[in-house]
């Protein structure tokens, strides 16, 4: 990553951190470079995805529905950062708790970071990626995801709880011809929104108005 990239990349840092409208610093800043580097050498990014002209039945319910509606098609994704990330992060927890925690954190945005970049290559009319857990969802949709593209295939599996292992992996839907944004609409976490409460958004980076 260059300067630009990691400069845009540090505020969602902050906010996995919980610096919500909190100023960056100069030491938390060089520590987040160097987990940065050190990821972009351990990292081993993984993107599995399958596009379907219609759309599968576990997402013919709300929130779904109002999120693809207009949408020509439907993608399901699935991107992981690979073990050896997650052995790293597990590493540092028993070596160096201060930079565990802004490894993990820094690990969460590296992985959305590179997953925004190969959406990119997919196609111009795309939504943004929304996962299960989002907006009223549940993780449990994570098990048809599963079925239908099989991430195991680069890696990523999912237990019982609905976790999936290596632990920074994510899996998702995306809209195909159409252009959504993001919006608090419908989220459970609303009313108790610690982002919202500091001024800002979970997925903006600049402070609300």
């Known amino acids: 990553m260059n300067y630009s990239d990691i400069e845009k990349i540090k505020p969602q840092i902050y906010k996995y951190l919980g610096f ?3 100023e960056a610093n100069e030491q938390t800043d060089v520590l987040i470079t160097q987990c940065i580097s ?3 050498k351990t990292a081993q990014f993984n993107y599995i ?3 379907y002209g219609k759309t599968p039945d576990f997402l ?3 929130p779904y529905i109002d999120f693809l509606q207009g949408a020509g098609g439907v993608i399901l994704c699935a991107m992981t950062l690979g073990i050896q990330t997650d052995k790293l992060i597990e590493r ?3 070596t160096d708790m201060s930079k565990a925690v802004v490894i993990d954190a820094t690990a969460s945005a590296y992985l959305e970071y590179l997953s925004d970049g190969y959406e990119k290559t997919l196609g111009d009319d795309l939504s943004f990626r929304f996962c299960p857990g989002y907006g009223g969802s549940t993780v449990e949709d994570l098990k048809y995801i599963f079925e239908l593209i099989h991430p195991e295939k680069i890696g990523i599996t999912l237990n019982k ?3 999936m292992l290596p632990a920074k992996s994510m899996a998702g839907i995306i809209a195909i011809g159409k252009k959504s944004r993001k919006s608090c609409k419908g989220c459970i976490m609303l009313k108790n929104c610690k982002f919202l409460n500091g001024g800002t958004k979970c997925y ?4 609300v108005k």
Do not use: A
């Not at 903006?204 to 402070?207: D, N, V």
């Open 161 to 163: 709880s609905n976790f």
């Open 204 to 207: 903006e980076q600049t402070q």
């Open 20 to 22: 919500y409208g909190v």
């Open 38 to 40: 050190q990821l972009e």
């Open 60 to 62: 013919r319910k709300e």
């Open 49 to 51: 995805y399958n596009s």
């Open 92 to 94: 540092l927890f028993r």
